[in-house]
């Protein structure tokens, strides 16, 4: 779940690589303005005081690591309620408002879901064990190694049951040196990875933290975090919640707009740059702007001398593979697909964006009709990541015809229409698009697949909905057609946000992109169990939920027993049940589990 905005990395613009519309300044461009002395001498020491702090987790032992990260997961537990609350004021929602509970899940949760997995893989690696140990790895299409990374704990058997989650290594990765790698730097403490900067995310307030934390313990890197403008009323609850890495050096934050994103990025004191956002500005960065950049771009002479890696989104395909589906099928995917599209009010660089439908599927009608009815009445909210009313506006007059509801707009592809902006243009905003391939069972899934890779922009995410009795008749074909798709993140009958909430999943484009055509980016972030060369992370979801995800009513399907999973936009108790989950994960308590599973039944 990504941004873009301002030069901390993360433009207002949808973080596309076709025309993003810019609120500002990126962080390489040249924006006419200075900062003060006064300005650059505190960035300077914050800096320096970095360096110092590498050398002082260099000295640390992968013991007094674990030490130190309990100790933060500590502090973050205790900011988790102001966290949440804050983060959801900045949106404009108040304490009632039923899709609060999104900032308990994409914050503190995730947040405090990462650091347990990062304790369990150091405290692994300080006891001489490999961090694969007992985690179950076999072979996927292609001859690919792969490492089934969720669920590695009961309780998340428990409460995410019919969910399953993999890492896919790169061709000719083999399990032996899989474990050989797993661990990255963790492996060579003493060694250090210098001083990064990493320029966060505006849109989710995880985000800029777990790509800190993935600094800090995939390469060794102290960093300083730049945070977008968007969430400078959470930077005293960051200072706080990351008080116990603030203290020795090992994290510096600070605020700031496009002059300060252009100095440091300018830097040379850097070894290492990480942006979310937008490949507008990632270009800037690297490249400049305006003739000079275009200069540079023909000559192969970026102007960014410093290494960097990039989550930059994309136009992310939802594939709903025909079947026969029963009314409530029709109805909770419905819901499904318009959690994904109006989930933060689709400022996600993981939105689904292009629903790919069969024109041959007997219940196409009856899917858009319970589409649109999905999408209509899902909760109100206010549009507020700076720049998306123009995008409404930009999709508006692309598609005049489309149905507008409220503030969101839903495109329906017919024919004569023209689906290129659809398809290269990331919104980042509540627009959705419906379009049709020809064909059933494998020949569609093919064409789906192919419109997907060949059409849509990005190679971040991508969102495949499948019966269970379709997937099985498929049979292999299935199998061959996900190894087929070129995305980082997959969910099968899921969304690709459980990917990025899960920490031993990872999180990052497709494997091929260069900064000469950055696409949806380079590098991944997340993956607690720091596995090297990763191809992508495929996350398996329940088709049906609870009780019809019983296996005699459910065909074969998997089992869960989440009625309706909180995330839903479409769930009544979804705010309840994201902060009691929050809770459960920061401080325990059976009764508190207890009474949050009692709620989420009534979802």
Not at 127 to 135: A, D, F, K, M
Not at 363 to 369: G, L, M, S
Not at 453 to 467: E, H, K, M, V
Request: proline content about 7%.
């Amino acid at each position: 779940m990504t941004s873009a905005t301002t030069p901390s990395a993360s433009t207002p613009a949808a973080p596309s690589t076709a025309a993003a519309p810019s609120a500002g300044a990126a962080p390489g461009a040249t924006s006419g303005t200075e900062i003060g002395e006064g300005e650059r001498a505190r960035l300077d020491a914050a800096i320096d005081e970095l360096g110092t702090g590498a050398r002082t987790w260099a000295a640390l032992t992968l013991a007094q690591r674990v030490t130190l990260l309990r100790a933060v997961r500590t502090s973050v537990a205790a900011a988790a309620e102001d966290w949440a609350t804050t983060a959801a004021a900045s949106k404009g929602l108040d304490g009632d408002h039923p899709l609060r509970g999104e900032e308990w899940l994409s914050g503190p949760y995730s947040t405090l879901g990462a650091l347990d997995a990062y304790i369990e893989t150091l405290a692994r690696l300080a006891h001489g064990t490999n961090p694969l140990e007992g985690v179950h790895i076999d072979r996927a299409p292609g001859g690919r190694t792969r490492v089934h990374a969720f669920p590695l704990t009961g309780i998340d058997r428990l409460l995410l049951s019919g969910y399953t989650g993999e890492v896919w290594l790169e061709p000719g990765v083999t399990p032996n040196a899989a474990r050989a790698s797993a661990g990255l730097a963790q492996r060579t403490p003493a060694e250090s990875g210098g001083v990064g900067l990493v320029l966060g995310a505006g849109n989710v307030t995880s985000i800029p933290v777990l790509d800190v934390l993935y600094e800090l313990l995939a390469y060794n890197r102290t960093a300083l975090l730049k945070v977008n403008p968007t969430q400078d009323a959470l930077v005293p609850i960051y200072k706080r919640a990351f008080a116990p890495l603030i203290g020795p050096g090992l994290l510096r934050i600070v605020r700031g707009g496009p002059a300060v994103g252009a100095y440091l990025t300018t830097h040379s004191s850097f070894a290492h740059v990480h942006i979310t956002g937008s490949a507008a500005t990632f270009d800037a960065i690297v490249w400049g702007t305006g003739a000079a950049a275009a200069r540079r771009r023909r000559e192969n002479r970026p102007q960014l001398k410093t290494p960097i890696t990039a989550e930059l989104g994309g136009v992310s395909p939802i594939i709903v593979v025909p079947g026969d589906w029963t009314d409530a099928d029709l109805a909770y995917q419905a819901e499904h697909v318009a959690t994904m599209r109006l989930q933060n009010c689709g400022h996600n660089c993981i939105a689904g964006q292009v629903v790919i439908i069969s024109s041959d599927w007997a219940q196409a009608d009856a899917f858009r009709a319970a589409l649109r009815r999905a999408y209509a009445t899902a909760p109100e909210r206010p549009v507020w990541y700076p720049g998306s009313p123009a995008r409404l506006d930009q999709a508006t007059e692309a598609y005049p015809d489309a149905l507008v509801l409220g503030d969101r707009l839903l495109v329906e592809i017919g024919d004569g229409d023209d689906p290129a902006a659809l398809q290269t243009t990331e919104y980042f905003a509540p627009v959705l698009g419906v379009v049709a391939v020809e064909g059933t069972g494998q020949v569609f899934l093919d064409n789906a697949v192919a419109y997907a890779n060949d059409r849509l922009q990005g190679t971040l995410g991508a969102n495949l909905l499948i019966d269970p009795a379709t997937e099985r008749a498929l049979g292999s074909g299935f199998d061959r057609a996900v190894a087929a798709m070129r995305y980082g993140s997959i969910a099968i009958n899921g969304w690709t946000a459980f990917g990025f909430i899960t920490p031993t999943l990872t999180w990052g484009a497709f494997p091929g992109s260069t900064i000469a055509d950055v696409g949806s980016g380079i590098g991944v972030v997340h993956n607690a169990l720091l596995l090297d060369r990763v191809e992508r992370s495929v996350v398996r979801g329940p088709f049906r939920p609870f009780p019809r995800s019983l296996p005699i009513a459910n065909g074969g399907g998997r089992l869960s027993i989440l009625p309706k999973p909180p995330w839903f936009v479409s769930s009544r108790t979804g705010a309840q049940v994201s902060e009691g989950l929050t809770r459960y994960r920061a401080a325990g308590g059976l009764g508190g589990l207890l009474a949050t599973l009692a709620k989420a039944l009534r979802a």
